[in-house]
């Protein structure tokens, strides 16, 4: 159960990174508002995982899923560019999730 709190609270992570990116600077209400709503639930999830897991592997899989979505999300809808070396280091990091998965 813990592994998939901190999966989830991972996917919120890139949820909040995108809302910072889209409140300009915390100046527009609704952006502004999901980025705190969705920091507020993505550091609980991750807090509540660090009950059980270690903290080297948790963090290391809440970041690595939050900006493996924050990255591909921005590739998909044109805010960065998709080029193959880019495509590969992502992969490499959702390897490393993986690896630290299989590792625990």
């Avoid at 270690?54 to 990255?71: M, N, R």
Wanted: with cysteine; net charge positive.
């Amino acid at each position: 159960m813990a592994w998939t709190v901190l999966v989830l609270s991972g996917v919120l992570e890139a949820g909040w990174a995108t809302a910072l990116s889209r409140s300009e600077g915390l100046s527009r209400l609704w952006p502004s508002v999901a980025f705190f709503v969705l920091l507020a639930l993505s550091m609980g999830g991750l807090a509540w995982a660090l009950k059980t897991l270690p903290v080297g592997t948790a963090y290391a899989v809440w970041v690595g899923v939050g900006a493996t979505l924050t990255v591909v999300y921005s590739m998909a809808t044109g805010a960065e560019a998709a080029t193959p070396l880019k495509i590969v280091c992502v992969l490499m990091v959702i390897g490393g999730i993986v690896g630290l998965k299989l590792a625990a």
